[in-house]
């Protein structure tokens, strides 16, 4: 899937005209919950080249978290955000590289915006997933278009303001809008339409964000240890991480984690591992390829944020953080999964047939508790 440009999206932008502004595009649904987890453990060669991101789920436990983004965007995903629940996420997850894009993303970025209701809406029960409903950011958009050309007067423009923010956004319709306005003698008919067809901001950010990376003007900064550092440092996370392997004992713990966690097998095979634990420079030239391939940064960050979330356990004495069933069972699931294995039991046998040299239970039981650690703290 290399060089895919990978786009979420439902209600803000329509698939015919995603296709026309991006052709060869991956067109997908609204994201949800899991969808960035798939990507970003597919092996390397299989992950879209960029991901746009302008709608998703609101309002339930499908919706993606800012915990996802942030593991996505931290294991090497190139991800932008516009328009709508994009341009949420990229703003909260900016320390992490997710690029917010359009006036939208400026303003929650700024602080002018802060709720995510603002552009949440309604989407009709089929597989268009098309808006019923009017976001609360295009009625502000709107206001201020319709004032500065002069068809509305502020006094108006604060009372449709009023109006609108007193409907709850599944049932900020056209028609309950164009019943209250009216009715109230706020708008006259033709100057509904106008503000209408002006209640346009998600549309226009998702159609300029679509334009520029066809254009390739989009920009990440270059990944870098110093990059990764200040993302940690960012969010609290220990600040040493240019040393990280300096000792021979923290690239042996590094490794374990990598390989227990089964995260390795997307860069290498278990042929280019067997007998790292004995050898120093196999594991030394793991580190090297890893690096060579852009990777090693990002695992690295990977790796001490769920050491960090750990830690937060252990002092409070709690190792799994209240993790829930699920959560543990969710991650041994991932892990199993990475080793191509769908129980306990496979993998046991799968280390006893492939012998000493390569990954053992007790590291692979190890990656299970600190991703159990991680989930928890992506959910608080």
């Known amino acids: 899937m290399t060089g895919v440009i990978a786009v979420f999206a439902g209600p803000t932008i329509s698939r015919n005209e995603i296709s026309l502004l991006l052709p060869k595009c991956w067109m997908r649904p609204p994201i949800q919950r899991g969808d960035l987890y798939r990507l970003l453990e597919s092996p390397v060669p299989q992950r879209p080249h960029l991901i746009v991101v302008i709608d998703g789920l609101f309002g339930s436990n499908f919706a993606a978290t800012a915990g996802e983004f942030a593991d996505a965007c931290s294991g090497g995903l190139r991800i932008v955000g516009t328009a709508s629940l994009g341009a949420v996420r990229a703003v909260e997850c900016a320390s ?17 915006l802060s709720s995510d209701a603002e552009v949440a809406v309604a989407v009709h029960p089929s597989d268009d997933y098309r808006a019923i409903s009017i ?5 502000r958009i709107a206001c201020d278009s319709l004032v500065s050309r002069g068809i509305l007067d502020d006094l108006r423009a604060k009372i449709i303001l009023r109006v609108s923010s007193e ?36 549309l226009s950010d998702a ?8 254009r390739g003007e989009l920009s990440w900064p270059k990944s870098s240890i110093s990059v990764a550092r200040d993302r940690l440092t960012i969010r609290g996370f220990p600040t040493q991480i240019a040393g990280t392997l300096v000792r021979q004992a923290d690239r ?11 995260r390795i097998w997307s860069y290498l095979s ?23 391939c852009g990777a090693l940064d990002s695992e690295l960050l990977i790796w001490q944020s769920h050491l960090t979330c750990a830690a937060e356990g252990s002092r409070s004495g709690d190792p799994y953080l209240s993790s829930s069933a699920k959560e543990r069972t969710e991650a041994e699931a991932l892990i199993f999964a990475r080793h191509g294995v769908a129980t306990f039991a ?7 047939e492939q012998g000493v040299g390569v990954v053992s239970l007790s590291q692979v039981q190890r990656s299970v508790e600190l991703r159990t650690a991680a989930l928890v703290g992506a959910r608080r």
């Open 346 to 352: 496979d993998l046991v046998k799968m280390l006893y």
């Open 252 to 262: 042996h713990s590094f490794l374990e984690w990598l390989i227990g966690s089964g």
């Open 207 to 214: 159609r300029d964000c679509l334009n520029a990376v066809r």
């Open 135 to 139: 976001a609360m950011i295009d009625v």
């Open 270 to 292: 278990r042929a280019d591992v067997r007998g790292w634990t004995d050898n120093p420079s196999k594991a030394g030239w793991i580190l090297t390829e890893l690096d060579n």
């Open 96 to 112: 992490f590289g997710m690029l917010g894009y359009g006036r939208i993303a400026r303003a929650y970025a700024n602080g002018t």
């Open 167 to 202: 409907i709850h956004y599944l049932e900020r319709t056209p028609a309950l809008l164009r019943h209250r306005l009216i009715g109230k003698g706020v708008l006259s008919l033709s100057d509904f339409d106008l503000f209408v067809a002006a209640a346009d901001a998600k």
